[in-house]
């Protein structure tokens, strides 16, 4: 296993410099940029996010883009009859003044150690905003992922006992719908329904937290905490279901045609001794150790949406407007994080596949 679990950590670095490569390669031709952005605030032309101007932290010099001609020879649009010592102010406080290339190196060396310097827009460090916006999004995906489970796996083990029955068919039905169904479009009728848009007042429509959540006791946070989540949660989970149900279903029927259920059964076993004494633990096997992968699945691809339309201070939301307003030491810093997040999830993954069954060696198989 130690080997296996070596090399899987050795091929993060290509792949991570591999991601990054193709990302600020793209970006280079993208239009727009932070120099551009500030040259619009100084015109008044500016149309961004939620950035908040000032402290430009211009020590972050490891992502960009080639600037932009207007036609006439200035190098950024907005630029006219601004002096070009000013602008080429501007470039160096933002770390356009070195070419690509040279930021490129310098991002990956500053990342390596994991600093990832100072928002463009934003008075404060990229790795203390992922702090301070983690808990929101940790919130959504666990939460989302554990619910996932508990409703998935159950439902998975029914639709198995009584595969080919009418429930099997209604519940598959449904779960598919609902997959389906964008999760996003379902978090508008959400709140349409229930959050004061046309008809029910019942839940808030943004936030995490009431404001007087600090002054209430431990029974009230918890309760307002939940509060919010509720519609969030909802809007997640109505197209989550549908993989590990039928995950589930199928490992288990798996399971139940093998010879030992066969032989259990003639022993004279009840059938929730042979299900849950002999199906269960082979069946879960896969379900289980895909825990780790499902949460970062849905932490990366489901609460971006849910955070803009809840009005939630999330990652998700933070790399919007990192997105709208060119913020790139927050769009690069925030790959960089979350990729080596999601790889080293999966390395957890075949860990806990190899400790739960012992019989599968990710060594013999490569060999």
């Not at 925030?334 to 599968?360: A, E, H, K, N, Q």
């Amino acid at each position: 296993m130690l080997p296996y679990i070596i090399r899987r950590v050795l091929l993060i670095v290509p792949t991570l410099f591999f991601i990054m490569s193709i990302n600020f390669a793209i970006v280079q031709f993208a239009p727009g940029g932070p120099v551009e952005q500030m040259l619009a605030e100084i015109e008044g032309t500016a149309i961004n996010a939620t950035a908040r101007i000032g402290g430009q932290g211009g020590s972050e010099v490891g992502a960009g883009q080639r600037p932009a001609s207007d036609g006439t020879g200035n190098r950024y649009r907005g630029s006219q009859g601004l002096d070009p010592a000013f602008i080429a102010e501007i470039e160096k406080q933002f770390g356009f003044d070195k070419p690509p290339l040279e930021r490129f190196v310098l991002m990956l060396g500053n990342y390596a150690r994991f600093d990832f310097g100072d928002s463009f827009f934003r008075d404060q460090s990229v790795f203390d905003l992922v702090l301070e916006k983690m808990p929101v999004s940790i919130s959504l995906g666990l939460w989302t992922t554990l619910l996932v489970y508990l409703i998935s796996i159950p439902l998975g083990i029914a639709k198995a006992v009584r595969d080919g029955t009418r429930f099997d068919v209604w519940t598959s039905t449904v779960v598919i719908f609902g997959n389906a169904v964008p999760a996003f479009l379902f978090a508008i009728l959400l709140i349409v329904l229930f959050a004061g848009g046309q008809y029910m007042d019942w839940f808030p429509l943004r936030g995490l937290v009431s404001d007087d959540w600090s002054d209430l006791s431990w029974p009230a946070r918890i309760a307002d905490y939940f509060w919010h989540l509720a519609l969030p949660l909802t809007a997640m989970l109505i197209g989550s279901f549908a993989t590990l149900t039928l995950l589930t279903k199928n490992s288990f029927l798996e399971e139940i045609n093998k010879q030992f259920v066969v032989t259990a059964r003639a022993k004279g076993l009840t059938q929730r001794r042979v299900l849950y004494g002999h199906v269960f633990r082979n069946a879960m096997l896969i379900v289980i150790a895909g825990f780790p992968s499902a949460f970062i699945s849905i932490l990366f691809t489901s609460t971006l949406l849910i955070e803009i339309i809840f009005s939630l201070d999330g990652l998700g939301l933070l790399g919007f407007e990192a997105v709208i307003n060119r913020d790139y030491p927050i769009m690069f810093g925030t790959l960089y994080f979350f990729t080596l997040l999601g790889l080293g999830m999966g390395i957890v993954s075949d860990v806990i596949y190899m400790l739960i069954d012992p019989r599968i060696d990710f060594e013999s198989r490569q060999s």
